[in-house]
């Protein structure tokens, strides 16, 4: 089977790892993790930078972080992986399910039309509150989500929440590696321009540490806190004294000596990837009704992963065919994330003209992108793709 995106093994990874066994640091704490920590910040100029167990527990602890709490609001994505969504939903708030532009990263004018059209802000002891007219209750975050390695454009945006006080939270999850390339933002990483950013290195990332997070920000009394919150608040280690709630979301140093031999390959990866991209785009372009979406003109993509727009409507039967296909002949496909608006627990959840995202589910196809992916691979899923479209 071509795997949608597997791991790729080829640098110091077994060497970190043994030495981990060998000296004994197996679990959460090792020099690992701080080195692991240190390279990130390196890499993204974050100033800041903690690990956690996985990309979900950063997010929820970022929440937490910025002061979402019972009954708040946050702004997300309809189109996304489910999990910033429940991370809302962890804090005991609830989300605004928001469109997704053709790049797949929230649709940045219509949020704005919603800020100024469907909220208002307030002074509470001198501090802006901003209140959502529908519901009275306070919006107190965005997560934007730099989905399939695409930034989301940011320029705008980011002086409105200022104005309102609503913190910016970054999904960059799938994003590691994508910088802005023009506009206010420029040589920025995705992750570091809001108030907090959140990586993962799940195993089907472009890099990996087995499964991991990585909370990033500027801000040293924000990485200090989440240090404390995802380690069990602890405020006396010998006697157990806890003033807080925490939780035991810190990484392990075999999964931070993983992800650290990860990341010593990750321009290789990026480097591998974009040929990949640039393969598929001229294949699958010349197949008639399809094309592969392009990434923004403002950033340099990571190519996690490459969709295929279809350009006619197929029912749901059709296109669960057309995967079927592409399965029994040994390809993973998948189509994109079920619109978390209609998932069953998010049903009732206020939504904001979410057009786009109702065109691009159904009509794309996520395509196996790995960065070991030969061109010989590249050749038979597109001529399968040239079979059935
Ligand atoms: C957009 C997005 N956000 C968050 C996550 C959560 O990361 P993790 O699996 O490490 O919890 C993922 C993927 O796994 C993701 O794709």
């Avoid at 909220?119 to 529908?134: A, F, S, Y």
């Avoid at 420029?186 to 990586?199: D, E, P, Q, S, Y």
């Avoid at 405020?235 to 075999?254: A, C, E, K, Q, T």
Wanted: glycine share 6%; proline share 3%.
């Amino acid at each position: 089977m071509i795997k949608l995106h597997e791991p790729f093994i080829s640098g110091n990874e077994w060497k970190y790892i043994k030495n981990c066994l060998d000296e004994g640091w197996v679990s959460s704490a090792g020099k690992y993790v701080d080195l692991f920590e240190k390279k990130i910040t390196k890499y993204t100029g974050a100033k800041h930078a903690v690990a956690c167990i996985n990309g979900t527990s950063a997010l929820q602890i970022s929440l937490r972080l910025v002061g979402v709490g019972t009954n708040d609001e946050v702004i997300v994505p309809s189109m996304t992986f489910i999990s910033p969504v429940n991370a809302i939903n962890y804090n005991n708030a609830k989300p605004i399910f928001m469109d997704n532009d053709d790049y797949y990263t929230i649709d940045v004018n219509k949020t704005i039309e919603f800020l100024n059209k469907k909220t208002r802000t307030i002074l509470r002891k001198k501090i802006p509150i901003t209140i959502n007219k529908k519901t009275g209750n306070h919006i107190v975050a965005l997560i934007v989500v730099h989905l399939f390695g695409n930034a989301t454009k940011l320029d705008k945006l980011i002086d409105l929440c200022r104005t309102k006080n609503i913190s910016i939270i970054e999904d960059a999850a799938e994003s590691i590696g994508t910088f802005y390339k023009s506009g206010r933002f420029r040589n920025k990483h995705t992750g570091t321009v809001g108030k907090i950013g959140c990586l993962s290195f799940n195993g089907n990332k472009i890099i990996t540490a087995g499964g991991g997070g990585m909370i990033l920000t500027n801000n040293l009394k924000i990485a200090k806190k989440a240090k404390y919150l995802t380690t069990q608040a602890k405020d006396d280690p010998i006697n157990y004294v806890h003033n807080d709630i925490g939780y035991n979301f810190r990484l392990s140093n075999i999964q931070a000596a993983l992800g650290l031999a990860q990341l010593e390959s990750l321009p290789e990866y990026i480097r591998k990837k974009k040929i990949i991209h640039e393969i598929y785009r001229n294949k699958i372009d010349k197949i008639k009704g399809l094309r592969i979406s392009r990434t923004s003109h403002f950033s340099k993509c990571n190519y996690w992963l490459n969709i295929i727009e279809i350009d006619k409507k197929l029912s749901k039967k059709d296109f669960l065919k057309k995967i079927q296909y592409l399965y029994n002949n040994g390809i993973e496909a998948r189509p994109l994330w079920y619109p978390n608006h209609l998932q069953k627990k998010y049903k009732k959840c206020q939504t904001y003209k979410l057009h786009n995202v109702k065109k691009i589910y159904q009509s794309r196809l996520c395509l196996p992108s790995s960065s070991q992916l030969t061109k010989k691979q590249q050749d038979f899923i597109c001529q399968k793709l040239n079979n059935i479209f």
